[in-house]
């Protein structure tokens, strides 16, 4: 099963604002009307209830969206650039992928679970603006229009944990399989060995007008949750399970020794995976050993604690009542839950608030740097003194001028303002 894929993602870059004029008959002197450029495409996920894994990300790993069309004289703004939409199954945990994470860390982005839900995870770039925005009473002609900001990148990491409303674990060959068969049209391979799942298989139980989904995760091993086997694979698709079906081989020498190891492996992985709610099933009893060794077996795991019961997968016996105790746990759980959300108070952490500007002495002047004054001069771009006057009463604006007389700084002092070199007039 492909439950995780790395992708890059590159959102549209904004379309270039217009440096144009009027050109009329009978209209010699004609103002600016250099129009704007449209906006780049965003890159946006969707939940396609349709999905159930990640394999369609196999083979194609790079997404693009549309960039913005340049602006045009007469006023005429570019189009925007066309949003890409990409389906990803319910389930899916989006994180952003940096140099040196490891393919299960990285900031969370989002965490995708109903259908239609979305996501944008790259924006595209703001158009930039023609020269009709910087027409003033001082200047009528201006040779100044904006460049389009660049559209977002970023390489993702989608991680698929399965929505499932029981999760049925258990050793390897407990019968997880043939109970899955036995109560939903899934069919996943049934055989008498170990392993025969090799990744998870869901299934819909119609109990009247209610419904419910089972997920079969494949057998756990002692050190699964160090990922002996594929034991992180399997274990991850039980952490989106609101109650487990903990199945067990009737069977087996020791099943009180089975059901520890099993309990020990999910609270190693997580401790949350502990606290969830379980129902004891003791599988196999259409077997003679099993049968008769029933109220021995019983007796044994209720004085551990356990409320046991007996069914036979393949025989179907005890199933019909295994379903109506797990539709009393579904519903116990819900009401748990809503309770929960009703009185939980909201944390609210706001980030903490960055300076607009940063003010640096250089041996031959001043240096001027922020994300906002980097986005100015890769707008207006070029090294005419008219570029370098707009920046320069932008960064007025901005407030600048106070915090460089206070740092020292003195007309025709050489500034370097993200890089590019001017001299401020104080």
């Keep these: 099963m492909i439950d995780r894929a790395r992708i890059t993602v590159k959102a549209g870059n904004g379309g270039n604002g217009s440096l144009s004029f009027r050109h009329e008959k009978y209209v010699p002197m004609g103002g600016p009307d250099g129009g704007d450029g449209g906006r780049g495409g965003n890159i946006t996920l969707v939940v396609n209830e349709s999905m159930r894994t990640l394999a369609d990300f ?3 790993r790079i997404y693009r969206a549309k960039p913005g069309g340049h602006g045009e004289g007469n006023k005429r703004h570019g189009a925007n650039g066309q949003d890409l939409l990409i389906n990803v199954p319910p389930g899916t945990i989006v994180r952003e992928f940096r140099d040196g994470d490891d393919d299960s860390e990285g900031e969370l982005l989002g965490d995708l679970m109903k259908p239609g839900q979305r996501l944008i995870v790259a924006h595209g770039g703001r158009g930039g603006r023609g020269n009709v925005h910087f027409s003033t009473s001082t200047n009528r002609a201006p040779h100044i229009a904006e460049n389009g900001d660049m559209g977002e990148e970023r390489e993702l990491v989608l ?23 036995a109560v939903s049209m899934a069919r996943p391979k049934v055989a008498d060995y170990p392993f025969t799942t090799l990744e998870p298989a869901l299934g819909v139980v119609d109990v009247g007008y209610q419904s419910m989904v089972l997920a079969d995760i494949p057998g756990l091993i002692e050190g699964a949750h160090e990922g002996t086997g594929l034991g992180h694979d399997f274990l991850r698709h039980i952490e ?11 069977s087996r020498p020791d099943p009180l020794a089975d059901i520890e190891t099993i309990n020990a492996e999910l609270a190693a992985y997580s401790p949350a995976l502990a606290r969830k709610r379980q129902a004891l099933i ?9 049968r008769d060794n ?28 295994l379903i109506e105790r797990l539709m009393a746990l579904l519903a116990e759980v819900e009401e748990t839950k809503a309770e929960e959300e009703s009185t939980a108070t909201p944390i609210l952490r706001p980030e903490p608030r960055r300076p607009r500007f940063e003010i640096h002495r250089l041996d031959n002047g001043f240096e001027i740097e922020g994300l906002l004054v980097r986005r100015w001069v890769g707008r207006i771009g070029g090294d005419s003194e008219e570029a370098k006057a707009e920046i320069m009463r932008r960064l007025l604006r901005m407030g600048v001028g106070g915090p460089l007389r206070r740092a020292g700084a003195r007309p025709g002092d050489r500034l370097l303002v993200a890089g590019k070199a001017m001299e401020w007039q104080g």
């Design 240 to 250: 989106r399970t609101r109650v487990l079906v903990h199945l067990v081989d009737g």
């Design 159 to 181: 991680d698929l944990k399965l929505i499932a409303d029981v999760g049925i674990a258990g050793l390897p060959n407990a019968g997880k399989s043939t109970l899955l068969r």
């Design 282 to 290: 003791v599988n196999k009893l259409d077997l003679p050993e099993v």
């Design 294 to 321: 029933r109220d021995r077996i019983a007796a044994a795991l209720r004085a551990k604690g356990f409320d046991p019961s007996f069914i036979s997968a393949a025989g179907g016996e005890g199933v019909p009542e």
């Design 58 to 60: 196999r083979h194609k």
